[in-house]
């Protein structure tokens, strides 16, 4: 089984569905330099979280990525920046944690309801659910829901609270963090509405 297939029913089965994409690669310039070969690999339908915050190369990539979504009809989003995510007809923006508890959003809130795009948000506690939901996002993204290498240390979610926060908060969440296809299985039924990761696919 891979990771594509464990994300498969989970939006149908889950306690609040969301209209995106239920596989979600999220890049990482340590841990996936190169995103495209494995985005090459991914079906159609799932989507492409862009992160690369600190590579110089960040626009000429986006423009790669985007151009290999459209061929392989994949859903994109950009994190933190409405005008990247603009300027390659994006199908949503990702917000990371901070930006969402701090920022100046009105630009980019407008940008995504005048566009009709997707929105998500970076969580890491119900806290942040609570916030991500008043911003009226799409869906949170919530991690780790498992030990993972990208944050040697911290504390996993784990499945019995994930399911609790999840239930609880007011929109669609996805894991994300140490997903493997048996971690995922561990999950509670209808808590996750689908699956990220970077090294999982």
Same mark, same amino acid.
């Given at each position: 089984m891979t990771l594509a297939n464990a994300a498969r029913p989970l939006n149908s089965t889950a306690c609040r569905p969301w209209r995106g994409p239920a596989l979600l690669l999220v890049t990482d310039e340590a841990r996936l330099p190169d995103p495209l070969p494995v985005i090459a690999t991914l079906p159609p339908g799932s989507g492409v979280l862009l992160r690369h915050y600190g590579d110089q190369r960040r626009l000429n990539l986006a423009l790669a990525i985007a151009a290999l979504a459209r061929r392989r009809r994949l859903v994109l989003l950009v994190a933190g920046d409405w005008r990247l995510a603009a300027r390659l007809g994006a199908a949503g923006l990702h917000l990371p944690e901070g930006l969402a508890r701090h920022g100046v959003l009105s630009p980019a809130l407008g940008w995504r309801r005048c566009r009709h795009r @997707?929105?998500?948000? &970076?969580?890491?506690?119900?806290? &942040?659910?609570? *916030? %991500? &939901? *008043? @911003? !009226?996002a799409d869906a949170a993204v919530l991690s780790p829901a498992f030990?993972?290498?990208?944050?040697?240390? %911290?504390?996993?979610? !784990?499945?019995s609270r994930f399911g609790l926060w999840a239930r609880r908060a007011g929109l669609p969440v996805l894991a994300l963090g140490g997903l493997t296809p048996r971690t995922a299985r561990r999950l509670p039924k209808g808590a996750a509405a689908g699956l990220a990761g970077v090294g999982a696919f």
């Amino acid at each position: 089984m891979t990771l594509a297939n464990a994300a498969r029913p989970l939006n149908s089965t889950a306690c609040r569905p969301w209209r995106g994409p239920a596989l979600l690669l999220v890049t990482d310039e340590a841990r996936l330099p190169d995103p495209l070969p494995v985005i090459a690999t991914l079906p159609p339908g799932s989507g492409v979280l862009l992160r690369h915050y600190g590579d110089q190369r960040r626009l000429n990539l986006a423009l790669a990525i985007a151009a290999l979504a459209r061929r392989r009809r994949l859903v994109l989003l950009v994190a933190g920046d409405w005008r990247l995510a603009a300027r390659l007809g994006a199908a949503g923006l990702h917000l990371p944690e901070g930006l969402a508890r701090h920022g100046v959003l009105s630009p980019a809130l407008g940008w995504r309801r005048c566009r009709h795009r @997707l929105l998500s948000v &970076a969580c890491h506690s119900p806290a &942040a659910l609570g *916030r %991500a &939901a *008043r @911003l !009226g996002a799409d869906a949170a993204v919530l991690s780790p829901a498992f030990a993972t290498a990208s944050h040697v240390g %911290a504390k996993p979610i !784990g499945p019995s609270r994930f399911g609790l926060w999840a239930r609880r908060a007011g929109l669609p969440v996805l894991a994300l963090g140490g997903l493997t296809p048996r971690t995922a299985r561990r999950l509670p039924k209808g808590a996750a509405a689908g699956l990220a990761g970077v090294g999982a696919f």
